[in-house]
């Protein structure tokens, strides 16, 4: 499976109990916020693994393969701003606390219009 999300931290290692996380800045322009976020996104592979004489699958090896690219780079059409900017504005309020991206979320859907060419939509969040 693929896992996506949009981070202040340029690093690899974001795992919660060796690193703190990494604050959003407090800009209000989203060029700069852009300007310092990165899109991270994440391979993760689960592979069954035989223990003997047991059923098979009672052990499992996962795999993750992490991609990470500043975001001003990653988005380079339009169509991939318009794209983005509708998966941001269409999740719920537990996704964005879960990601992190409530507070960072309209200056990045204003960025994200404006790479589009396209007006800014509602944020579509589900109850």
Same mark, same amino acid.
């Given at each position: 499976? @693929?896992?996506?999300?949009?981070?202040?931290?340029?690093?690899?290692?974001?795992?919660?109990?060796?690193?703190?996380?990494?604050?959003?800045?407090?800009?209000?322009?989203?060029?700069?916020?852009?300007?310092?976020?990165?899109?991270?996104?994440?391979?993760?592979?689960?592979?069954?693994?035989?223990?003997?004489?047991?059923?098979?699958?009672?052990?499992?090896? @996962?795999?993750?393969?992490?991609?990470?690219?500043?975001?001003?780079?990653?988005?380079?059409?339009?169509?991939?701003?318009?794209?983005?900017?509708?998966?941001?504005?269409?999740?719920?309020?537990?996704?964005?606390?879960?990601?992190?991206?409530?507070?960072?979320?309209?200056?990045?859907?204003?960025?994200?219009?404006?790479?589009?060419?396209?007006?800014?939509?509602?944020?579509?969040?589900?109850?």
């Amino acid at each position: 499976r @693929f896992v996506w999300t949009l981070t202040a931290a340029p690093t690899y290692d974001q795992h919660p109990l060796r690193k703190p996380a990494t604050p959003w800045p407090e800009t209000t322009d989203p060029q700069q916020l852009a300007q310092q976020c990165f899109l991270r996104v994440e391979r993760q592979t689960f592979l069954p693994l035989a223990d003997g004489p047991g059923p098979a699958g009672a052990h499992t090896l @996962f795999t993750i393969r992490v991609q990470l690219a500043p975001l001003v780079q990653a988005v380079r059409s339009p169509e991939q701003a318009q794209r983005l900017h509708e998966a941001l504005g269409s999740m719920t309020p537990a996704v964005l606390e879960y990601k992190n991206l409530g507070a960072v979320r309209e200056r990045l859907l204003r960025w994200l219009a404006g790479r589009s060419g396209a007006p800014p939509l509602a944020p579509t969040a589900l109850p």
